[in-house]
C-alpha cells in the first residue's frame, strides 16, 4: 500500500516498511533474524508516532555499518552472571540485537529470583525504550530501561555538549492486554530525532516547547537553527540529573563509556561504545497476582480524573498519545516524509534494493 498526502509524506503499511527495512539490512551483511528485530522495532515506534526513532535511524545505522563501524554478525556475549545481575558486552553488535539478548536474560533471571539487572556496555543505538520495556512488560515486570548516548546536550549551566539525550523508560504489565501507562522519554526536552523528523517534513519552525537553543545558546523556534544549536535538558538542572541517573545506570555500572568518554554521534566507522539498562521487577512477589497491575489502572483512573485545564479537552497518561497513533496508523498506514523517502530511495538504489511499490511517486 502507498499513497501520496499533500506531497510532503508518502503512506506505507508496516508490513510493507518491515520488509523494506529488512532487504536493506539483509544486503549490508545481516543476519535475516537480526535484520527483523531491527526492522520490527523501528517500524513499531513509526507506528506509535514516533518518528524520531521510526525508519530515520535506519538510515543512521546503514551509514555506520557501510563505514565498518559496527560488527554485524555479533550478538554479543555475557562477561559475568552473579544472581539477579548480570553484565553483557555487546562486543559492538547493532544496539537492537544486543537488547534482544540482555532482555532475554532479563527476563529468564526475573522469573527465577523476580528481579533482574541487565547492564551491557559495547551497544549502539537500541532505539526507542518503549520496545524492551514493553517486551519486560509483557512477561509480567514492571520494566526501567536507560541507555546512554552520544554527548549532545550541555549539562544545565553548562555550554559544552558533555552528555546524550539518555532516555528512560518505565513500562508496567496489565490486565486487559491493552496499557494504562508506559513512560518512554529523552531527558532533553524532546528527542533530537523529532527535529530531523521536523525538517524532513519541510516545517521551517518548531514548537518553542522543544526547547532547543541556537548556536548562540539562544532560544529558537526555527528548525535550520536549532539544527545549527542543540537541545535542552528536560526540567533545566533535574533533567541533567536524571541524564546522569541513566549514565550510571548505563555505563557506571556496566563499566562502559561515560559522557564525552563517547564518540559524538554520526562519525560513521568509530564503534559507539553505548551501554543500556534493562531492570525487570516481578510485582507477584510483593502482591497477589492481578493486584499491581490493578493499581497501575485505578492510578491512571485518578489522573485522568483531574477536571481538564483551560484549552484541553482531557488529560492524558503517558502511553496515550501513542497507543493512539498505533491504533489510527495500522489502519490508515505510516506516513514518510517524501523527504526522507528520497533518501532511503537512493541508497536503496546503490544497494539494489527495490522499495515498496509507488514510492518514488
Ligand atoms: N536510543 C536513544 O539513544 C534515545 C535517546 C533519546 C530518546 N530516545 C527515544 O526517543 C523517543 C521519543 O522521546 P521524547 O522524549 O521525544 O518523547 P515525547 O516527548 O513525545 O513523549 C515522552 C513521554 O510523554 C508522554 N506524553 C506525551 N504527551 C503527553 C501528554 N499530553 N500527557 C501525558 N503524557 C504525555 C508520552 O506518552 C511519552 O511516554 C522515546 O522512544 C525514547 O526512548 C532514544
Not at 109 to 123: E, F, L, P, R, W
Not at 147 to 165: D, F, H, K
Not at 221 to 231: I, N
Not at 284 to 307: I, N, T, W
Request: charged share 20%.
Amino acid at each position: 500500500m502507498s499513497s501520496v498526502s499533500e506531497n510532503l509524506t508518502v503512506t506505507f503499511s508496516a508490513d510493507a516498511l518491515r520488509d523494506f527495512c529488512r532487504q536493506l539490512l539483509t544486503t549490508l551483511g545481516t543476519s535475516e533474524p537480526h535484520a527483523r528485530i531491527v526492522g520490527d522495532s523501528l517500524v513499531a515506534a513509526n507506528l506509535r508516532g514516533v518518528d524520531s526513532h521510526g525508519i530515520q535511524m535506519l538510515l543512521v545505522y546503514i551509514q555506520q555499518l557501510r563505514a565498518g563501524g559496527i560488527n554485524v554478525p555479533s550478538a554479543g556475549r555475557v562477561e559475568s552472571e552473579d544472581g539477579v545481575f548480570l553484565r553483557y558486552n555487546g562486543e559492538n553488535g547493532l544496539g537492537q540485537v544486543v537488547s534482544e539478548q540482555c532482555t532475554d536474560h532479563a527476563i529468564r533471571i526475573a522469573k527465577q529470583h523476580g528481579i533482574a539487572v541487565v547492564v551491557t556496555n559495547h551497544s549502539n543505538h537500541f532505539g526507542a525504550g518503549a520496545w524492551w520495556g514493553e517486551k519486560l512488560a509483557r512477561e509480567g515486570f514492571l520494566a526501567i530501561v536507560t541507555s546512554n548516548a552520544c554527548p549532545a546536550v550541555a549539562p544545565w549551566q553548562g555550554e559544552t555538549p558533555i552528555l546524550g539525550t539518555n532516555p528512560l523508560c518505565v513500562a508496567v504489565p496489565r490486565l486487559d492486554g491493552r496499557g494504562r501507562w508506559l513512560l518512554d522519554m529523552a531527558t532533553t526536552t524532546v528527542a533530537l530525532g523529532k527535529l530531523s523528523h521536523a525538517a524532513h517534513l519541510n516545517q521551517a519552525t518548531i514548537p518553542r516547547e522543544w526547547g532547543f537553543l541556537d548556536a548562540n545558546g539562544q532560544p529558537t523556534t526555527e528548525t535550520a537553527a536549532a539544527q545549527k544549536g542543540k537541545p535542552t535538558p528536560i526540567g533545566g538542572y533535574k533533567g541533567t540529573g536524571i541524564a546522569m541517573l541513566a549514565e550510571l545506570l548505563s555505563a557506571g555500572l556496566s563499566g562502559g563509556n561515560m559522557a564525552t568518554e563517547l564518540p559524538v554521534y554520526r562519525t560513521g566507522g568509530d564503534p559507539l561504545g553505548i551501554s543500556h539498562c534493562f531492570i525487570a521487577i516481578d510485582p507477584k512477589r510483593f502482591l497477589p497476582p492481578g493486584q499491581f497491575e490493578k493499581r497501575v489502572g485505578d492510578l491512571a483512573d485518578m489522573v485522568k480524573a483531574s477536571k481538564p485545564a483551560p484549552g484541553y479537552d482531557e488529560v492524558l497518561v503517558a502511553g496515550e498519545p501513542e497507543w493512539r497513533s498505533e491504533e489510527q496508523r495500522l489502519k490508515a498506514g505510516i506516513p514518510v516524509p517524501r523527504k526522507l523517502w528520497e533518501r532511503f530511495t537512493a541508497v536503496a538504489a546503490e544497494l539494489g534494493v527495490t522499495p515498496p511499490a509507488g514510492a518514488a511517486s
